[in-house]
């Protein structure tokens, strides 16, 4: 199975923020939409993407990442995108991808409610000649092109960060994400993988931060009323619930661990006592998937797993061994006046696309 490694372009993404009016491009963008290809599809290209969740700015940038993308060089005129929310279950999803095989489309784009469970009906797409593109959240079926963000590497970044803020010691607490959700596990397990050598770093409480604010906000909160003695939080979202949650207690803030929302950065910047760590899975990797589900369908033969080396930020401590992540600084990568569900970088490095397209 063909595979690579990719790095996610933060500096681009930060640049295309800074200056609305540049273009932040490589030189390895994918073939022009009008150059034809060995695919028996005919363009416009039938392109579903199937979401399960929309619950945060993440899902909703995401989803307008691939809308506008589909409007521009090199997609325009290649692309019809149909995007479906199927809901947040595993058999939602199932019953909305059965649909979408029915409609014969050239492509799916998924990201999965599950890990296994959605395999049988992709595995059915692919036995008719649809190309199926799994994007951030992964399935294991063979036959499905997948990209996704090392959230392993990123998380254990993560992890290490918070150690050193902790000196090996102290108590946190740990959001445990979406139930069901094989992104949740797969962040928890990285935590685990390095906190289980600090046995003096203590979880006394965890909460479902749902990967939206205000479950984030009113899991600390019920947290910090039973266990106020809290060094460190762990959490799979946003980190200003959590930061809002412990001003609210009149708690000091405490280092964290979190996503990557414009809010984020700025609060880390300007709250007095804010220390935080964040890793990026930036939200045009549903560019990313159509771009690779137009090379399949003219047998351009992309790689089969293409894996994102994550950016990362931080504020207080240093960046981690063997990283390099960037200082969070206003102006820098942390912008005010922009939206506060902005997810960064905001653009793929093979186009432009700028901030003001997809803001949630």
């Not at 150059?35 to 199937?50: N, V």
């Not at 445990?176 to 050598?197: F, M, Q």
Request: charged share 10%; hydrophobic share 40%.
């Amino acid at each position: 199975m063909k595979s690579r490694k990719i790095k996610a372009a933060g500096a681009c993404g930060v640049a295309l923020v800074a200056l609305t009016a540049a273009a932040c491009s490589s030189g390895s963008s994918p073939s022009s939409a009008s150059s034809g290809g060995s695919g028996k599809a005919s363009k416009p290209y039938s392109i579903y993407l199937s979401n399960n969740f929309v619950g945060n700015d993440w899902r909703v940038q995401m989803e307008k990442e691939a809308t506008v993308a589909a409007g521009l060089a090199p997609f325009k005129g290649a692309v019809s995108l149909h995007i479906t929310n199927a809901g947040a279950t595993v058999p939602d999803q199932i019953a909305s991808l059965q649909a979408i095989v029915a409609r014969k489309p050239a492509a799916i784009l998924v990201d999965a409610s599950s890990p296994t469970a959605l395999n049988p009906v992709i595995s059915q797409a692919c036995a008719k000649g649809i190309v199926v593109v799994n994007f951030d959240q992964t399935v294991t079926a063979p036959c499905a092109y997948k990209i996704f963000t090392n959230f392993v590497l990123g998380e254990q970044l993560s992890a290490k960060w918070m150690v050193a803020q902790l000196h090996g010691k102290g108590n946190v607490y740990e959001d445990t994400g979406l139930a069901g959700a094989p992104i949740s596990a797969t962040i928890t397990d990285a935590w685990k993988s390095v906190l289980k050598n600090y046995p003096n770093i203590k979880v006394v409480g965890t909460y479902q931060g749902q990967y939206a604010l205000g479950p984030e906000q009113q899991g600390v909160t019920s947290l910090v009323a039973a266990h106020s003695n809290v060094n460190g939080i762990l959490t799979q979202g946003y980190c200003t619930g959590a930061i809002k949650a412990l001003q609210a207690a009149n708690h000091p803030l405490v280092p964290m661990l979190c996503q990557s929302y414009n809010q984020t950065y700025v609060a880390l910047a300007q709250d007095k006592g804010a220390a935080g760590f964040i890793m990026a899975n930036p939200a045009w990797l549903s560019v990313l998937a159509m771009r690779t589900a137009i090379q399949a369908i003219q047998g351009q033969h992309p790689a089969k797993t293409n894996e994102l080396v994550p950016p990362c930020f931080y504020k207080g401590g240093a960046s981690p061994t063997g990283a390099s992540c960037q200082a969070i600084k206003v102006g820098v990568n942390a912008f005010p006046n922009l939206s506060p569900g902005l997810t960064l970088p905001p653009s793929p490095p093979f186009m432009s696309i700028q901030p003001a397209q997809v803001v949630p």
